[in-house]
């Protein structure tokens, strides 16, 4: 089945840096990915679409300037989060949607925490 | 706001038995995914059924999905330790596909 591989699945930095979370689509094309994020003992909230070629569209409440999205190529959707402070602490989960089916499939998510 | 909410939100049962989760959504989809999260980890894809589908299987999995009443359910038959996790029935919407969650069931397999 169709893989979407994502990178770091965890990562510790300090209060202040910016921390880069790659997806990629290892054996389908995906015009669009998505990026979501999960406090504890919740459910995934959507925080931005991401399309190939274009600006992401933001959720209500996601600060483009503090989640930069990037979808530089069919296969690759960085997220970095700029200035992390530990509120930003979280897990985030990336889909990709495969363009010839349109059906959606996840990364493994990377746990993040700041310092 | 969630597109699915999941019932129940918590369950607890004895290995062998079986569990039933159930999830409501509220627009059309063309498709439903149920998905297994183990605490603190990444996201599992059990399973995918189609809006033309009303029940798929897969190992010990059977999905029922009914459209008229937006409605789909998640069996888990026999049930291991193994099982115990949340699970989340996801839906795409929007013209990108756009999935969101539901709230998730948090199952607990006693052994």
């Not at chain 1, 530990?86 to 746990?111: H, K, L, M, V």
């Not at chain 2, 959504?25 to 894809?45: A, C, D, E, F, P």
């Not at chain 2, 999995?61 to 996801?90: G, N, P, Q």
């Not at chain 2, 919407?93 to 756009?98: A, E, F």
Request: hydrophobic residues 30%.
């Amino acid at each position: 089945g169709a893989v979407v591989s994502q990178h770091p699945s965890r990562v510790i930095c300090k209060s202040g840096t910016s921390v880069k979370i790659e997806c990629r689509s290892l054996d389908f094309q995906a015009t669009t990915m998505f990026w979501y994020r999960q406090f504890p003992k919740q459910s995934l909230m959507l925080m931005a679409t991401s399309n190939e070629g274009s600006k992401a569209t933001y959720e209500q409440g996601v600060e483009k300037d503090k989640f930069l999205i990037n979808h530089a190529s069919l296969t690759l959707s960085t997220l970095t989060v700029t200035s992390a402070h530990p509120e930003d602490s979280s897990f985030y989960i990336c889909s990709a949607i495969n363009r010839a089916s349109t059906e959606a499939f996840f990364g493994q998510g990377t746990r993040l925490t700041v310092v | 706001s969630q597109q699915g909410e999941e019932d129940p939100q918590a369950l607890s049962i004895q290995e062998g038995e079986n569990a039933t989760m159930n999830c409501s959504y509220k627009t059309s989809i063309n498709n439903l995914q149920w998905y297994r999260q183990n605490s603190g980890r990444g996201l599992v894809h059990l399973i995918l059924i189609r809006s033309n589908e009303r029940e798929k299987h897969s190992g010990r999995l059977r999905v029922t999905l009914d459209t008229s009443k937006k409605s789909s359910s998640l069996l888990i038959t026999a049930s291991r330790a193994a099982d115990t996790a949340s699970y989340f029935c996801a839906t795409p919407s929007g013209g990108y596909q756009k999935v969101t969650f539901g709230t998730g069931t948090k199952l607990q397999v006693i052994p």
